[in-house]
């Protein structure tokens, strides 16, 4: 599969990705790397760009929760992303709602 690797908008944090990326590119995924801090206007235009089979999404920074619903709301308002697969995971909040990994 070819897959888009990224980071949620207000997360810096890079080894989370570095893992992801072996991790897929080790399983024969093709992955195209964003790296982090990656806002929903640029994760939209580089799946325009790449036509994935899938996104993966990666947040540790406690805030992935609402950075990734805003990314995944505007992959599914056009029309090529609208129903992408998205994997989202890493830890998505704070205290009782860290080390989620979702589908959506
Ligand atoms: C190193 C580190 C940093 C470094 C980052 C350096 C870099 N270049 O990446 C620095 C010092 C810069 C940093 C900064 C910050 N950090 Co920091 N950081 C860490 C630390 C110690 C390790 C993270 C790491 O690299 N892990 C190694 C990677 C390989 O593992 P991972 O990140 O857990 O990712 C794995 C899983 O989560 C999972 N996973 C991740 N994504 C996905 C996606 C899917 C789909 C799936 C299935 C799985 C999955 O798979 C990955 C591989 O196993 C963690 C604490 C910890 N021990 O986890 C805190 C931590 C992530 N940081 C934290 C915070 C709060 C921050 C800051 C906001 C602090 C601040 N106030 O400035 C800033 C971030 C600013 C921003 N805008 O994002 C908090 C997050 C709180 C939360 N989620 O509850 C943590 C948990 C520390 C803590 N206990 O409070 N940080």
Redesign the pocket.
Same mark, same amino acid.
């Given at each position: 599969m070819k897959i888009i690797l990224s980071g949620t908008a207000?997360?810096? /944090? +890079?080894?989370?990705?570095?893992?992801?990326g072996l991790?897929l590119e080790e399983r024969g995924h093709d992955v195209v790397a964003l790296g982090?801090?990656v806002s929903p206007r640029l994760l939209t235009a580089a799946c325009r760009r790449h036509a994935p089979d899938a996104v =993966?999404? &990666? &947040? =540790?920074? @406690? /805030? @992935?929760h609402r950075d990734a619903l805003a990314a995944v709301r505007a992959l599914r308002a056009e029309p090529e992303s609208a129903a992408l697969p998205v994997? =989202?995971?890493?830890?998505? @909040? +704070?205290?009782g709602?860290? @080390?989620e990994?979702?589908a959506a």
């Open positions: 207000s997360d810096s /944090h +890079t080894w989370n990705l570095v893992y992801l991790f982090p801090c =993966v999404l &990666s &947040s =540790v920074n @406690g /805030h @992935g994997a =989202v995971g890493g830890k998505l @909040g +704070t205290a709602r860290s @080390g990994a979702e």
